[in-house]
């Protein structure tokens, strides 16, 4: 009986540390996102902002021609009022702008990178532009919150607590012991509160800031031209708290059947 018992711990303790891993590597993936812009981290981001029909936009709401606004240099640096981009795209530690799917640049790394579309897409805007933007986005909706920024910066260090959480109940639930196992489940716990509160915090942020998705150029029927959306790191963000939630049973179980 309590070599069967031993044997159900075991088994336990393999499924959760299967979905330990998984949720570990999701969350690597989620961490490297938009830190460059070579292929993996490029196709990773937790929110994007097409700019490609701003241009169009102000053109028709004007009824002037838009030059100097969009960069034409891919490499051009970020923040120096080179021209907007195409299409933003943000991570956890830095921000990209690409002039197509694959031709951008990124800002340096930051630990706790806050969300801040509006500052970024202004800072590449030359000054009359940027004035222009801000006469008609200013007040209009949460696209421009400072709170975008506060909130995101320190679910950062959720989701970093959450990961390395996480990845310590997958090395401790590797040695057969009763204690080892209620250690592994209890940081499974720690690392799901975790990462739930910091994933609910970034869906929230990039909910709010896609309320300039809807806007209209002051008293025209002309959409704005600018869209928000949600990324790929968001989804794995997301699959990984399943992964951590679902590691629970198996964990919980182990420490009540193993003994050792």
């Known amino acids: ?19 330990s891993l998984t949720a570990v590597m999701l969350l690597i993936f989620v961490h490297v996102g938009q830190t460059s812009t070579s292929s993996i ?21 004007l009824g002037d021609p838009i030059s100097g606004l969009y ?18 795209k943000f991570g956890l530690y830095s921000y990209c702008g690409y002039l197509n799917n694959t031709a951008g640049t990124c800002t340096n ?27 008609i986005i200013n007040g209009t909706s949460t696209f421009e919150s400072q ?13 970093l607590i959450g990961t390395v959480s996480a990845f310590l109940a997958l090395v401790i639930g590797v040695f057969k012991h009763t204690f080892a196992f ?31 998705n809807s806007l209209i150029l002051n008293t025209t029927n002309i959409p704005l031209g600018i869209k ?12 990984a708290v399943g992964c951590l939630f679902a590691s629970l049973v198996p964990y919980l179980i182990s420490c009540c059947t193993f003994k050792g």
């Open 71 to 88: 960069a034409s240099n891919a490499s051009a640096p970020l923040k120096a009022q080179a021209g907007i981009r195409q299409l933003y």
């Open 109 to 135: 790394t930051t630990i706790a990178n806050g969300y801040q579309p509006y500052q970024a897409i202004l800072a590449d805007m030359s000054l009359n532009y940027s004035a222009l933007t801000i006469f």
């Open 147 to 159: 709170s975008l920024a506060n909130h995101t910066h320190s679910a950062y260090y959720l989701i």
């Open 182 to 212: 209620l250690t592994s489940a209890c940081l499974a716990i720690v690392a799901t509160v975790l990462v739930l509160t910091g994933a609910s915090i970034w869906t929230s942020a990039i909910n709010s800031s896609e309320s300039v």
């Open 41 to 61: 981290p490029r196709g990773i981001a937790m929110a994007t902002v097409n700019m490609s029909r701003y241009g169009q936009t102000l053109a028709q709401g």
């Open 228 to 239: 928000v959306s949600s990324g790929s790191g968001l989804s794995l963000l997301w699959a």
């Open 1 to 19: 009986m309590i070599q069967q018992r031993k044997l159900r711990g075991e088994i336990c303790i393999g499924f959760a540390s299967i979905l």
